[in-house]
């Protein structure tokens, strides 16, 4: 079974601070993914990560994968209100995806 | 959103009844997906369609059933719910290629008393 997890799994912080959140597994993905969930809403897709070592930005967020294809980090700079939810990673292997349980984060004003 | 829709968005039923949640989409992808959300669980895999008729487990399929008569409608059916079958459910698309996409819909919360 693969098993993605997710820490900190809650994170409540100042407008204007930056912040790390991290996806660890034990097993090897073809890719990964992170996705932003607010509530009562289905997931939105911000990145797919594909190459071991690659890293992405887009605007203020920055996506690492990890070199070995097991791990991924999302940092943010200089939060917003607006960025507060649930911040999900996906683990792709085949047909197959594999979430984690989430980091809440909330960006106080 | 794909064009993504899931009726009903909400859905009170009892133990034992059979349930039957729908998924719909407009843009004729082949790959469909049907999750379940529970609080410390993230997204779990019930089953998948990759094509009309085509269709296989995922990592929660027990006591699920799917069925995919054709590419817009993917029916996903609780036999005989069940009080741990309680949850939020989303359906999505998956757009395969180098650079993966999965697109999800609104929701649909069932609550099994």
């Known amino acids: 079974t693969q098993l993605l997890e997710q820490s900190p799994q809650f994170l409540s912080i100042q407008e204007g601070e930056n912040l790390t959140v991290y996806c660890n597994s034990s097993?090897?993905?073809?890719?990964l993914q992170w996705y932003r969930q607010e509530p009562g809403e289905g997931p939105v897709l911000l990145v797919t990560?594909?190459?071991?070592?690659e890293v992405k930005k887009l605007k203020r967020l920055t996506f690492q994968f990890g070199d070995a294809r097991k791990d991924s980090s999302l940092h943010i700079t200089a939060a917003q209100p607006g960025d507060t939810g649930l911040y999900l990673c996906a683990g792709i292997y085949g047909q197959n995806f594999v979430f984690g349980p989430g980091t809440r984060l909330s960006v106080l004003p | 959103d794909a064009g993504i829709t899931q009726s009903p968005r909400h859905k009170v039923t009892e133990t034992g009844t059979p349930v039957t949640l729908r998924c719909h989409q407009t843009?004729?992808?082949?790959?469909m997906y049907w999750y379940r959300q529970d609080p410390g669980h993230g997204l779990r895999l019930i089953h998948y369609s990759y094509g009309v008729k085509d269709t296989d487990k995922g990592e929660v399929s027990d006591g699920y059933s799917v069925s995919r008569s054709k590419t817009e409608d993917f029916l996903l059916t609780l036999e005989s719910a069940t009080s741990s079958q309680t949850s939020v459910y989303f359906c999505?698309?998956?757009?395969?290629?180098?650079?993966?996409?999965?697109?999800f819909g609104p929701g649909t919360r069932l609550l099994v008393l």
């Open positions: 843009e004729n992808h082949r790959y």
């Open positions: 999505a698309i998956r757009i395969a290629g180098v650079e993966e996409t999965q697109y």
């Open positions: 990560v594909v190459t071991g070592g």
């Open positions: 097993s090897v993905f073809s890719s």
